[in-house]
């Protein structure tokens, strides 16, 4: 089982705290020859729309564009097992707010983010709320 983001524990208290309800944390997903974990998988009120969180911290990486591409390609790996298990479970990208001052902020991240079609979760660490979502509709 890979390590935990530093803010996961954060962000599954700010979920909570927003009305979520978890359903599992480190989550493993099989795929043919792969094993992957997924960092939080949750739902709200009438249990019909599940989403799936990848938690990254943005404060860490020598380049903030590698860790924008690695944390993007996580992402599209993720979508295309959802896609191959048949599940319609959301995905979204959880930050702090601080990312948004960084390469989250540009333009460039913007539009990575967007193309990606991946959700961004923006949460306060200090208060372990969710700031702001962001949902990007599949073409």
């Given amino acids: ?56 911290g943005f404060d860490t990486g020598a380049s903030a564009v590698a860790y924008l591409s690695d944390a993007l390609g996580q992402c599209l790996v993720y979508q295309g097992a959802l896609a191959y298990l048949g599940l319609s479970d959301l995905l979204y990208l959880a930050v702090p707010a601080t990312a948004l001052r960084g390469i989250l902020g540009e333009e460039i991240g913007r539009r990575a983010v967007q193309q990606a079609q991946v959700g961004l979760i923006t949460f306060d660490p200090t208060r372990e709320e969710i700031v702001e979502w962001r949902h990007y509709n599949k073409h």
Avoid: C, N
């Avoid at 089982?1 to 309800?21: F, I, N, S």
């Avoid at 094993?35 to 799936?52: E, H, S, Y």
């Fill in 1 to 56: 089982m890979p390590a935990k983001d530093r803010y996961h524990d954060t962000v599954v208290r700010a979920l909570r705290k927003d009305g979520w309800t978890i359903l599992g944390e480190q989550v493993d997903v099989f795929v043919p020859s792969r094993r992957l974990w997924l960092d939080i998988r949750a739902t709200k009120g009438d249990q019909t729309a599940i989403i799936v969180v990848e938690v990254k």
